[in-house]
């Protein structure tokens, strides 16, 4: 675990076996076919036609865990989970999944933070980002800047006009001189603290995806004010319960789970409103 103390990232190869990888490439062509229910903003496609076809128009979908028992099951995945406890601690939840498909002129993502979007009172925010196709530069894979979680500073964002980036806002206020590549073969994972900066670049492959399945977990000993407090709470009670727990215990688990979130489609330029709820649910 030193390296990813000292950098914030860590290589988790051969995460998804051949067989589980093959399901999930075909749990993302099902979920944008429509097979597995209703994501808002996502006109289901005709029946036929191959997957990459079905997937190329879109870039995002949120929350589908929601829809899909093998995509919630692989948030479960035992290696993960052992990865997972030994940078977090025993207890572990779950809040929200992304799957990516990027195909073939599709944009990336310019540097953010993934705290900034998913607050966690004691900086236990950590991805894991799975490959679905290998990941090459060519193809828009991630960039992450070693080290930048260590201040545990969490810099300004903006909104830019940058067509190689997709609408969520951008940070700055850092040198990214010292940034990497990460280059993953298909069922490679990278895991990453919430305060490292990371982007991705454009596919600029003539044609072909770049999928991957996106996971973010905190210790379940911490509460998740990702909303405002509701009646009765403050700021520092508010605590967000659509939340699924996949290590130890939660020791809130007397206020119940939620179920209130819906998959939904991100767009590519096109901007959420900062008063939208959404909003909050990028990273």
């Not at 407090?229 to 130890?248: F, N």
Request: proline letters at 9%.
């Amino acid at each position: 675990m030193g390296d990813y103390q000292r950098d914030g990232f860590m290589i988790v190869r051969d995460l998804l076996p051949p067989a589980r990888l093959a399901a999930a490439r075909e749990e993302t062509a099902a979920i944008c076919r429509g097979a597995r229910g209703r994501v808002e903003g996502m006109v289901a496609a005709p029946p036929g036609g191959g997957d990459e076809g079905v997937l190329a128009p879109y870039l995002c979908v949120h929350f589908p865990h929601k829809l899909s028992p093998l995509i919630l099951d692989i948030a479960r995945d035992a290696r993960a989970i052992r990865v997972l406890t030994g940078l977090i601690g025993p207890n572990v939840k779950m809040m929200q999944s992304m799957l990516f498909m990027k195909a073939a002129g599709k944009p990336g993502q310019a540097w953010h933070q993934d705290e900034s979007h998913i607050p966690t009172r004691d900086r236990s925010l950590t991805a894991i980002w799975i490959a679905l196709d290998d990941a090459t530069l060519s193809n828009g894979c991630l960039w992450v800047l070693p080290g930048s979680h260590r201040a545990g500073v969490l810099h300004p964002v903006r909104d830019h006009d940058d067509p190689s980036f997709d609408a969520t806002p951008e940070a700055y206020g850092f040198d990214d001189g010292g940034a990497v590549p990460v280059e993953l073969p298909a069922g490679g994972a990278v895991v990453f603290n919430g305060y490292l900066l990371h982007r991705s670049l454009p596919n600029r492959s003539r044609r072909g995806m770049r999928r991957a399945l996106v996971y973010h977990y905190m210790s379940a000993e911490s509460l998740l004010p990702w909303f405002p407090p509701g009646p009765g709470e403050t700021m520092a009670t508010t605590d967000h319960r659509d939340v699924v727990l996949v290590a130890g215990l939660d020791p809130h688990a007397a206020k119940g789970t939620l179920d209130v979130q819906r998959p939904w489609l991100r767009r590519e330029r096109s901007r959420v409103p900062r008063t939208d709820p959404a909003a909050r649910f990028v990273g």
